[in-house]
């Protein structure tokens, strides 16, 4: 009795094992290029909690073992490419070939006309076009908008911690050697 008993829990044990499936496959883009280093995760169909997960190797093969049989959401992801999504039903093991999109939202260049700020050796030049004040502000509006500058209720003007001595418009002095002058 003991050894029938041994028989039929080996044979469950068996038959439990090769319900266990695996899903194999590659990403490829657009071009038949492999995706490398790629998330694939397979997801509950029910509420898309995440069962397994694979990462794509340099040729963009990835392998996830000891799956069940049953319904399941198949999700491929990669930096620089749009998610791919699809439900599957898996009854065997499966060989399956995934194409990762480029998104159609994607920037292709951005080029910089000017920058609000340029630092040359110890001297900050702001570009005041790009701070925004009111049409009849003064001098001290915009240098309370300007990054590491502060005015104090004096008019006494601080930049990155020191005190402006001077305060040059397109590179000429302004009022002088007085910047509370210059800013009011």
């Known amino acids: 009795?003991?050894?029938?008993?041994?028989?039929?829990?080996?044979?469950?044990?068996?038959?439990?094992?090769?319900?266990?499936?695996?899903?194999?496959?590659?990403?490829?883009?657009?071009?038949?290029?492999?995706?490398?280093?790629?998330t694939v995760s397979l997801?509950?169909?029910s509420d898309s909690t995440l069962l397994f997960y694979a990462i794509s190797n340099e040729?963009?093969?990835f392998e996830i073992k000891n799956v069940n049989k049953g319904p399941y959401i198949l999700q491929a992801a990669a930096?620089?490419?749009a998610t791919s999504s699809q439900k599957i039903n898996l009854?065997?093991?499966?060989?399956?070939?995934?194409?990762?999109?480029?998104?159609?939202?994607?920037?292709?260049?951005?080029?910089?006309?000017?920058?609000?700020?340029?630092?040359?050796?110890?001297?900050?030049?702001?570009?005041s076009a790009a701070f925004k004040t009111r049409p009849d502000a003064v001098a001290e509006d915009l240098l309370k908008k300007l990054p590491g500058v502060e005015v104090d209720r004096g008019g006494n003007v601080?930049?990155?911690?020191?005190?402006?001595s001077k305060v040059l418009v397109d590179g000429k002095?302004?009022?002088?050697?007085?910047?509370?002058?210059?800013?009011?």
Do not use: C, H, W
């Open 1 to 38: 009795m003991k050894q029938f008993l041994s028989y039929i829990l080996l044979f469950i044990s068996v038959s439990s094992f090769s319900q266990k499936i695996a899903i194999v496959g590659n990403l490829i883009d657009e071009e038949k290029k492999p995706v490398e280093y790629a």
């Open 43 to 45: 997801l509950n169909m």
């Open 158 to 164: 601080k930049a990155q911690g020191e005190n402006v």
């Open 59 to 61: 040729q963009g093969r």
């Open 91 to 127: 009854t065997r093991d499966s060989l399956s070939i995934i194409t990762l999109s480029v998104p159609a939202n994607k920037l292709n260049e951005v080029t910089i006309e000017s920058a609000p700020i340029l630092i040359k050796g110890d001297t900050i030049e702001y570009n």
């Open 173 to 184: 002095e302004f009022f002088g050697d007085d910047p509370k002058v210059a800013t009011k």
């Open 79 to 81: 930096f620089g490419f």
